[in-house]
């Protein structure tokens, strides 16, 4: 089980971080920022960072405005 913004999400095995955010359909958004156990973890390295059981993630999407 791991948590994405407080959500919970049942994965059976250990992935990287950019296969899950493509399983949600989260990868094709652009200006997103992602942090695992408070953690922010740099685009470039969401293809490596495996994600393990119970971790948690937050993803931020920003916004336009004024």
């Known amino acids: 089980m791991i948590y994405i913004n407080d959500e919970e999400y049942p994965f ?13 359909n989260i990868y094709a958004s652009t200006g997103i920022a992602v942090a695992i156990n408070n953690v922010v973890i740099p685009k470039i390295e969401w293809n490596n960072y495996l994600i ?3 971790d948690e993630i937050i993803i ?3 916004t336009q405005g004024g």
């Open 12 to 24: 059976a095995e250990e992935k990287s971080l950019e296969t899950i955010l493509l399983q949600l």
């Open 60 to 62: 931020i999407k920003a």
């Open 52 to 54: 393990n059981d119970n």
